[in-house]
């Protein structure tokens, strides 16, 4: 499995981003996949995901409402449409996999993580 | 939110001896289905994270047998034990609650050799 981030930039507080992850070497569909982002220096933190059972959608507070997780399974390509961007946003976004489609039980598979810097 | 602690820090190990790295929930993450909604990762320098244990005590796929996850009966504290060190250890663990989101991750212990 290989997972392959793009989109990440240097944009100015209240700009926008679309951030791609590209998936090879499993079939797309039906997998839960994920965003957790890493400030510079520090650790991991959660950001969203898009269910493989059924398309649902889940945030952590902090982006609720700014950034909309979606998916393409014809493209293998995991998304994260990211809006009103903030300084506290900067970091590198990983996407990565669930070893289920149904419930959580671990990411198996991450990809390299793509840079999203927010500053004026 | 379910938050996570860990400790310690960090932790300088011998080659060959033994860690331990302790995480602790402020909720139970006892699923009803028995499991023990807990992940451990490494983060080795310049990495990505990597996956070693998923629900509490099960090693993913290529994880030497030297890392072992457990998890009290309360479903609240957990431990990752590393036997036989290795360089190659060396890194940033995190433990992450997959219980209920938002999933959230410990704040991290730094193993040195």
């Known amino acids: 499995v290989h997972l392959l981030e793009s989109g990440g930039d240097w944009v100015q507080p209240g700009g926008s981003l679309r951030l791609s992850c590209t998936v090879s070497g499993i079939t797309f569909s039906g997998i839960t996949m994920s965003w957790v982002r890493q400030a510079p220096g520090k650790g991991l933190e959660w950001v969203s995901s898009?269910?493989?059972?059924?398309?649902?959608?889940q945030y952590t507070d902090a982006v609720k409402g700014r950034f909309t997780v979606s998916k393409d399974s014809s493209k293998n390509a995991l998304y994260l449409q990211m809006n009103s961007l903030r300084v506290e946003d900067t970091a590198l976004y990983y996407c990565a996999k669930d070893l289920r489609p149904d419930v959580y039980w671990g990411f198996d598979s991450w990809g390299q993580g793509t840079l999203v810097t927010v500053s004026s | 939110d379910i938050v996570m602690t860990q400790s310690p820090l960090s932790l300088s190990v011998t080659p060959g001896e033994s860690a331990s790295i302790s995480c602790r929930s402020s909720?139970?993450?006892?699923?009803?289905?028995?499991?023990?909604?807990l992940a451990w990762y490494l983060q080795k320098p310049g990495q990505s994270p990597q996956l070693l244990i998923f629900l509490a005590s099960n090693r993913a796929s290529g994880v030497p047998d030297r890392f072992s996850g457990s998890g009290s009966a309360s479903g609240t504290d957990f431990t990752l034990k590393i036997s036989r060190v290795e360089a190659e250890d060396v890194g940033v663990y995190y433990c992450?609650?997959?219980?209920?989101?938002?999933?959230?991750f410990g704040g991290g212990t730094k193993v040195e050799i």
């Open positions: 992450m609650q997959t219980l209920q989101p938002p999933l959230t």
């Open positions: 898009i269910m493989g059972t059924d398309g649902s959608t």
């Open positions: 909720h139970s993450l006892l699923k009803s289905t028995g499991n023990k909604c």
